[in-house]
């Protein structure tokens, strides 16, 4: 498929499968398991139907919404994702220079292979910082001191890895710490010489937010280090107390199903959750963020922000979001795919323009000049209570 003919996160996906070594894309695309709530959260978003309305003047309908006080261009913005640069050296700083310039917000993971610091200089002020608190209270302490003094106001604690996920891709592939790539590995990357060279003269990929804690450890103590910072295990809400009484700004905890989770979120005083499954990558019999969504709100009513993730590949699918009762949703594959597709340079401008350009033309059909607008008279076949009382919003 030509570069420039790909019009759909589908097709960009597609491309990236071509461009990237096998256990390249498998890391990126892979899930838990039998790879069975990836697919129930595409199962889930393409089972919503929205209803249509006619005739309405949508000629000034725009894509901003204000999330913590900030207009963004558009309800989504890009998840936290580690490892990125393994797709190409450089994708954390091309999509913060395009989440800046089109103005979303981008979500640097702690897991990145690029620093706090390097990313704030690119992203500024739409730069928000994900947090994994770990077991060592002191290393989260100085991650948060970085972000603050780097002028991060939103903080993202992601709390739903209390055992590292089991993605039987990246075990067949070798790709797991320590590394032992399998001999199937080594000859794909040969077959894939553009990005075997990319990796072996680009930078070294490294943990760019542990480099305090590296001089002091050996690299195989320090991989074990980072890996048990990485997880949740042996985390409590009083530490997440904690963690909210430390932050001064905007707290977001991502990971969260049950809606007695989000309920205790609202409670240690966070603003905000991620309605996430990990994109399907943690628990394989996990329900879909979208379908407990509903839920959650319910039990959260208007008093927290509620931002989705997990199986996003669409307008439609952010409009269905937003109308099931999210205020934001975020993207994190399509986001990977878009640079191994299109490159650096244009990949994540790509992304965003169909994105949000998808997103307007449903907000259009749907009748709605604003994102504020959708809400569950739009869901069929829910809104047919609300058509048989004669409702006409
Ligand atoms: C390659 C990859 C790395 C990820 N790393 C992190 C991470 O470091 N921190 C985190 O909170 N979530 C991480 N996630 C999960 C994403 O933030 C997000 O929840 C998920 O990708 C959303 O699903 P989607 O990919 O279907 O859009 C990662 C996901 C992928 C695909």
């Given at each position: 498929m030509p570069t420039g003919r790909v019009f759909t996160t589908g097709q960009i996906a597609a491309l990236a499968r071509k461009r990237l070594p096998r256990a390249i894309f498998d890391f990126v695309e892979g899930g838990a398991g039998s790879e069975a709530a990836v697919a129930r959260n595409r199962a889930r978003f393409e089972q919503i139907a929205l209803m249509p309305q006619a005739l309405?003047?949508?000629?000034?309908a725009h894509s901003e919404v204000t999330i913590f006080g900030r207009r963004y261009a558009a309800p989504f913005g890009v998840a936290p994702m580690g490892f990125a640069d393994l797709v190409r050296p450089g994708t954390d700083r091309a999509l913060a220079a395009a989440a800046k310039a089109q103005n979303i917000p981008y979500v640097l993971s702690t897991?990145?292979?690029?620093s706090i610091e390097t990313i704030a200089a690119i992203a500024q002020d739409n730069l928000w910082f994900q947090l994994y608190p770990g077991s060592d209270e002191a290393t989260a302490a100085s991650l948060m001191e970085r972000a603050l003094k780097a002028g991060v106001t939103t903080l993202v604690a992601t709390i739903d890895i209390p055992v590292p996920g089991k993605r039987p891709r990246d075990l067949v592939n070798g790709l797991a710490i320590p590394l032992r790539p399998s001999l199937r590995t080594v000859l794909d990357v040969a077959m894939h010489p553009a990005w075997g060279l990319r990796a072996l003269f680009g930078e070294r990929l490294g943990m760019a937010n542990f480099v305090e804690n590296k001089?002091?450890?050996s690299g195989l103590a320090h991989a074990e280090f980072v890996s048990r910072q990485l997880?949740?295990?042996?985390?409590d809400w009083k530490r997440l107390e904690r963690i909210r009484q430390a932050w001064p700004h905007h707290l977001v905890i991502k990971g969260i199903l049950n809606p007695q989770d989000a309920v205790m979120a609202e409670r240690i005083g966070a603003d905000g959750i991620v309605v996430s499954n990990h994109g399907g990558r943690q628990l394989d019999s996990a329900p879909s963020s979208i379908e407990v969504l509903p839920a959650i709100r319910e039990a959260c009513g208007d008093r927290l922000t509620l931002i989705l993730d997990s199986g996003v590949r669409s307008g439609d699918d952010i409009a269905r979001s937003l109308a099931s009762g999210a205020d934001f949703v975020l993207l994190g594959r399509p986001f990977l795919f878009a640079v191994a597709a299109l490159g650096l340079a244009r990949g994540p401008d790509a992304i965003i323009d169909i994105l949000r350009a998808e997103f307007l033309n449903t907000l259009i059909h749907l009748g709605?000049?604003?994102?504020?607008?959708?809400?569950?008279?739009?869901?069929w076949p829910e809104n047919q209570i609300s058509l048989r009382q004669g409702s006409n919003r």
């Open positions: 309405r003047d949508c000629s000034a897991a990145a292979t690029t001089g002091s450890l997880s949740s295990a042996g985390l709605c000049a604003d994102p504020t607008e959708l809400g569950r008279d739009h869901l």
